[in-house]
């Protein structure tokens, strides 16, 4: 299967396959010929597919550089040493990288290449399903910081997104879980048809089901891209919807030290404060209640090492990269597959929110 998103000259394929690691070789040297080819991953990955690395370092001739890994890894420090390794073997600028492994690897390495020689390519690999879905379509690349997440990047598209969904089998049940918060979310603002998709199907994405997880990667894709093609650089307010969550989450993040709580649990988190926010400003309609309070049921709610206090998560957003003239854009739900962005939300309400969903009990 293959989606393309287009955007003219940085237009890029996706590829979405199963037990593709024979193809992928032959796929990178169609599309780049003759580039010198680097690839990134981490100390598990390194492990986990030490064979399948080996193969496709003596079919490609590639560099390798092995990252530590966890979030706390994404920073300045880490990103520095891609450079050394690539700068070392004498890259050019038709040169191209190779991400693969989850959301910190595609952020990392997409942020590396936007910035090396001003600029080479990238192929997203994704091996993650919080990847797949999100981080590594759409061009977002970048480090945290102390001051809070994602705040030093680039928009950078890759050349080439290519998802072998047979990554997954190994991937551990806490990380299935984190990564399928990240679908979930699309339920939110991809319209009513995707909505009901995760309403009716909920159950079967959550426990592995092939068809209907594939089904599910593809339409999250779909709405993605659409979204990355009307509004690539979040000019437009149309990109924004994607943060569905994340406010609350990178807030969430932050208090645990990106170390402990994993983005996509913190996401699950995001999105029940993201809905008891919409009920308190009235943006969910009347009608729609009862259909947002069955979603909100279904929603995990991974356990958290402490209760963060109310103060400290709301001082936390006032550094996220979405504030806007000293205020803080929240994306909350509408109708069933409709969310929009408020950015004149009481500080009052936004504790209030806070209270009712981390309360002791």
């Known amino acids: 299967m293959e989606l393309t998103v287009n955007l003219g000259p940085r237009s890029y394929p996706i590829i979405i396959d199963e037990n593709s690691e024979s193809r992928f070789s032959a796929h990178v040297k169609l599309r780049f010929p003759k580039a010198k080819i680097g690839l990134v991953t981490n100390e598990t990955l390194a492990s986990l597919y030490e064979k399948q690395i080996s193969n496709w370092k003596t079919e490609l001739d590639l560099a390798v550089h092995v990252m530590p890994d966890g979030e706390r890894y994404k920073n300045l420090a880490t990103w520095s040493k891609i450079f050394d390794t690539f700068l070392s073997a004498r890259f050019e600028r038709n040169s191209v990288l190779i991400a693969f492994g989850g959301g910190v690897v595609g952020d990392m390495t997409g942020f590396a290449a936007a910035s090396m020689l001003r600029g080479i390519s990238y192929i997203q690999v994704p091996t993650t399903l919080l990847a797949m879905v999100d981080s590594s379509v759409g061009g977002k690349t970048g480090l945290d910081h102390a001051a809070g997440k994602n705040l030093i990047g680039a928009f950078h598209q890759p050349g080439m997104v290519w998802i072998d969904i047979a990554y997954l089998k190994t991937l551990p049940a806490r ?48 709405i993605k891209a659409d979204i990355v093609e009307q509004d690539e650089f979040e000019t437009q307010g149309l990109r924004m919807v994607l943060n569905f969550g994340h406010t609350f ?32 400003l009235g943006s969910i309609p009347a009608h729609a209640l009862p259909q947002y309070e069955e979603m909100l049921r279904k929603m995990p709610r991974p356990e958290l090492p402490e209760l963060p206090p109310v103060e400290v998560l709301y001082n936390a957003m006032s550094f996220d990269k979405k504030v806007k003239d000293g205020k803080i854009r929240f994306v909350v739900p509408a109708e069933p597959g409709v969310s929009i962005v408020n950015s004149s939300v009481d500080p009052e309400k936004v504790k209030t929110v806070l209270e009712i969903v981390f309360k002791k009990e």
């Open 249 to 280: 989450a990178h807030a969430l993040e932050k208090f645990f030290g990106f170390e402990t709580l994993h983005h996509g649990e913190a996401v699950w988190w995001g999105m029940a404060c993201s809905c008891q926010l919409g009920k308190l």
């Open 175 to 222: 990380e299935q879980c984190a990564g399928y918060a990240e679908l979930f979310k699309y339920a939110f603002f991809g319209g009513k048809k995707m909505f009901d998709f995760i309403s009716k199907n909920h159950e079967k994405v959550e426990s592995g089901d092939r068809a209907v997880l594939l089904d599910g990667i593809r339409r999250s894709i779909t």
